[in-house]
């Protein structure tokens, strides 16, 4: 079904009756407007995708309205109409941004494939960021790795919510066990994959600046508020809005956050009109929700009403059959990533991988399998490979006669030689394994010359 919206701005009713009709039957959401300044207003508190702009309108003219349109939001597109045999305004209105001009009378047959041609370009690009992040398209929940009970059951609630694209639904789970891949299912699972998934960390955004990221703003609306930016809700219309970190977010903001939620419209800072989205929240925190809002600390309406569908992930402690699998999947993906030839791990290398806590979960798993594949210059993954904190305390780090002889410096000096050797040299891949970047590491070999 066609979900676009299309804006016949046309001073002869007679025509606006006809044009209705037609894309009406196409399934296009039609609004209309006989004047420049009625255009402009819908334009302000709809979201219209495309726009067919007679030249000669009344209050303004079309390239006025093709001007202010464009200055409001470039990526609307606007066929001209036009009865008149001079070329010239229409080739002035491609050369301002106007996608096409069409020379009345036209044959509706025309319209249609104009507005089709149209509409595809406008989605290409849509199109192509979301092929991008589906290459698994077919089965994207299956990026989901693990057999243990409680990644099966995760995988199962994906699907389950994936039939439910309006339903919000909270993610929760420690730092590092994958919460933005399931988010990232659900999205490809559902119908709404064809159209935008949008993504925030609310952490990473200032206090002041997230209202705004969110909502957008009209021109004007603050100091430095010099044009009009449309927010990432708007931005996210049809698709999907994916808030990680939700939980850092202040308490004033929450209910707006609700409201849209509920409503699926919002007001732009600034805006004096609604604007109607439709829009699915997945919502992601490593915070325990439910204390928050016990402390008063996020506002238990709006957390009620995201976990309306709740998916937690257990931690990889939890999930000791999947330790042993992950690792050589993430060990076959750093021998083709490093073109390394790595077949096994070690028996106690295997030992060492079970027995630890993991508290950065996944990910930390992840990174100790990139690091070891980097290291390893065998074709099996040994314990010597892996972390220290990784190894048990069966021997002192520095032995007892070495302690009070060797500076910290001299010490660290020679850990960053090991690294180097390990790595022939590579700064780039030293810098990884010793979890700082390249610039630290030059100055450090600066400094110990």
Not at 11 to 30: A, R
Not at 72 to 99: H, N, S
Request: charged share 30%; proline share 4%; hydrophobic share 40%.
């Amino acid at each position: 079904m066609n979900h676009s919206k299309v804006l016949i701005v046309e001073d002869h009713e007679d025509l606006i009756f006809t044009l209705k009709g037609v894309l009406k039957k196409e399934g296009y959401t039609v609004f209309t407007a006989n004047n420049g300044e009625d255009a402009v207003e819908i334009i302000h508190n709809e979201l219209i995708d495309l726009v067919l702009l007679d030249l000669k309108i009344p209050k303004m003219s079309g390239l006025e309205v093709l001007q202010k349109i464009k200055e409001y939001d470039p990526e609307i597109i606007i066929i001209m109409m036009t009865a008149t045999k001079d070329a010239r305004p229409a080739i002035e209105a491609l050369k301002m941004g106007a996608y096409d001009y069409l020379m009345k009378p036209f044959e509706l047959d025309e319209l249609r494939q104009l507005l089709k041609n149209a509409l595809e370009t406008h989605q290409l690009r849509r199109e192509v960021s979301r092929l991008r992040l589906s290459q698994e398209k077919i089965r994207p929940v299956h990026t989901i790795y693990g057999e243990s009970p409680g990644i099966q059951k995760v995988r199962q609630l994906i699907r389950i919510v994936a039939e439910t694209p309006r339903t919000s639904v909270l993610i929760q789970g420690e730092s590092g066990t994958g919460k933005e891949l399931v988010a990232n299912a659900i999205f490809e699972c559902s119908v709404r994959s064809v159209q935008p998934f949008v993504k925030l960390n609310c952490a990473a955004i200032p206090e002041n600046l997230l209202e705004s990221e969110l909502f957008g703003h009209e021109k004007g609306a603050f100091t430095d508020a010099k044009s009009m930016k449309k927010g990432l809700f708007e931005l996210a219309d049809g698709g999907t809005l994916f808030l990680d970190e939700i939980s850092s977010m202040r308490l004033n903001l929450q209910p707006k956050i609700l409201r849209v939620i509920e409503n699926q419209t919002f007001r732009r800072i600034g805006g004096t009109s609604d604007i109607k989205i439709d829009v699915r929240v997945i919502a992601a925190t490593n915070t325990d929700l439910a204390e928050m809002v016990r402390n008063k600390e996020f506002r238990d309406d709006l957390y009620y009403r995201l976990k309306v569908m709740e998916i937690i992930l257990p931690p990889l402690r939890e999930r000791t059959d999947d330790i042993l699998l992950l690792s050589k999947l993430f060990l076959e993906q750093f021998n083709r990533e490093f073109h390394r030839s790595i077949h096994k791990l070690a028996p106690d290398t295997e030992e060492l991988l079970l027995g630890y806590s993991w508290p950065g979960n996944v990910r930390e798993l992840k990174n100790v399998m990139e690091r070891g594949v980097i290291l390893c210059q065998e074709n099996t993954l040994k314990p010597d490979h892996l972390p220290i904190e990784l190894k048990r305390d069966t021997e002192p780090v520095v032995s007892n006669d070495f302690l009070g002889k060797i500076s910290l410096g001299e010490m660290e000096k020679r850990h960053i030689l090991e690294v180097l050797k390990k790595v022939n040299g590579n700064k780039s891949q030293a810098a990884k394994v010793l979890d700082i970047s390249r610039s630290t590491l030059r100055e450090k070999l600066k400094l110990y010359e």
